[in-house]
């Protein structure tokens, strides 16, 4: 059914997987209508000062998708070719990724069509400060909070902090998370995501029956959340036999040495080259025979085409969208177990919210809090998924979005049609 899906529209897929669920909850034509649509979509072209005195235009977006729940909350991504229709997606899986671990939020995305890697620090800051100006209208601590996500980091969030703090006359530190611990951010934020991936890689693990003396895992995408899920995966006792980054992958079955490699991506610029390890493709590191697959880069790289090459027995989606429906029902049917992104990835939103939370009370809580207040979010979460799933006989990603999509009903028909 899936098969025939316009696959170059990330927001028909996001719809799709919404409709599969509204078909599960059996949900009313109206509620329907108002969920499988954004709320509020902007869309900026603003200049740049750049560094040999010349002026580009850039083109940022900011969409929020609902706020039945809370105030709206999610990434901001700069990436070279972002579209609105990715931004709309991405919105929408914020608010049921929001919605399925509890948190009181809405969901949002935004972001700027630009390779940041061509910018320098100077001309990387102006647009950012621009870009904060243009979408200021929507943003602020009870309206709609970003963080970091795809080519955007926690210097990048400090400026888009001091950027509202300058227009409102004061410092505004909940108006944005995954800011750097100096200026109110979270102990553990950076590492979030990929904590939340490791602790339901384990649980899925222990559910699955898992009987290797040493399970192996293969991470696409080594930053954010791919860096920090191989450190972590690695102390728990998972082998790390490949990892890769946009250039190329790198591949020991024996383990890689991450602290080398590392080193090595200081030194280089990438993983390429490691002596610890072959060069392998992105797409070869798909297919590997190994027990977990973590991709943790881009979206849409498990298709119709790869998916039937699968090994792993459990993949766990760090990245936002890297599965394709297509490729979801060919992996259901092969039944490789999925622990979907909008539960896996959500310990960056998590201890986002923990951020929050400590900026409004201008209280500080220690790293030991954050993660037994994540491991146990997420694991409550991954949970009531689970016991969906096999109570109703779904897909994980179904049994997901249908927790998810029947909470945002619920605010929504409660709250009522306004005027
Ligand atoms: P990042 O920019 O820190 O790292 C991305 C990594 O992927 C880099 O190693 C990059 O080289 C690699 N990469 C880029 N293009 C690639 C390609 N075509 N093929 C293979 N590798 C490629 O980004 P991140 O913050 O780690 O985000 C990765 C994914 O996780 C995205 O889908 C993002 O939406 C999602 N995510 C991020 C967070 C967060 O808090 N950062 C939270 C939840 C989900």
Request: proline residues 5%; aromatic residues 6%.
């Amino acid at each position: 059914m899936a098969v025939g899906l316009k696959a170059d529209s990330a927001y028909v897929t996001a719809q799709h997987q919404f409709d599969v669920a509204a078909d599960v909850l059996d949900l009313p034509e109206n509620v329907r209508n108002l969920l499988r649509e954004v709320k509020r979509e902007l869309v900026v072209h603003f200049p740049v000062h750049m560094d040999d005195h010349s002026i580009e235009l850039f083109t940022g977006y900011r969409v929020q998708h609902n706020i039945s729940r809370g105030p709206a909350k999610g990434g901001i991504r700069y990436q070279a070719g972002l579209t609105l229709d990715a931004v709309k997606a991405m919105a929408m899986l914020m608010t049921w990724k929001c919605a399925v671990v509890g948190l009181p939020y809405g969901g949002a995305k935004g972001g700027v069509d630009v390779d940041p890697r061509r910018l320098s620090p100077g001309e990387l800051e102006h647009l950012t400060r621009r870009y904060a100006t243009e979408i200021a209208l929507l943003l602020g601590p009870e309206k709609d909070i970003p963080a970091p996500d795809m080519g955007t980091t926690p210097q990048v969030m400090a400026w888009i902090m001091d950027t509202i703090s300058m227009h409102e006359g004061h410092s505004v530190p909940a108006s944005v998370t995954g800011k750097p611990l100096d200026v109110g951010g979270s102990v553990g934020r950076d590492e979030a995501p990929g904590r939340g991936v490791t602790y339901v890689t384990l649980e899925a693990l222990k559910y699955l029956h898992v009987q290797e003396e040493t399970p192996t895992v293969a991470i696409q995408g080594y930053g954010t959340v791919g860096h920090s899920a191989a450190r972590l995966l690695a102390e728990a006792g998972i082998k790390v036999v490949a990892v890769s980054d946009s250039r190329t992958g790198i591949h020991n079955p024996k383990g890689l040495d991450l602290e080398a490699l590392d080193e090595h991506k200081r030194v280089r610029g990438g993983v390429s080259g490691f002596k610890g390890g072959e060069d392998i493709s992105n797409e070869e590191l798909l297919e590997l025979p190994v027990t977990v697959l973590v991709p943790a880069a881009v979206e849409n790289v498990l298709t119709e085409k790869n998916a039937g090459k699968v090994h792993a027995r459990l993949i766990t989606e760090g990245a936002n969208v890297p599965t394709t429906p297509a490729a979801d029902d060919i992996l259901n049917e092969m039944g490789v177990f999925i622990v979907p992104d909008i539960l896996a990835n959500s310990g960056g939103v998590i201890v986002s919210y923990f951020e929050w939370v400590q900026d409004l009370q201008a209280f500080f809580w220690e790293g030991e809090e954050i993660n037994t207040k994540l491991h146990h979010i997420i694991t409550r979460a991954f949970y009531e998924v689970l016991h969906t799933s096999v109570n109703k006989r779904l897909p994980m990603r179904t049994a997901a979005y249908a927790l998810a999509v029947q909470k945002v009903a619920n605010a929504t028909i409660v709250r009522g049609i306004y005027p």
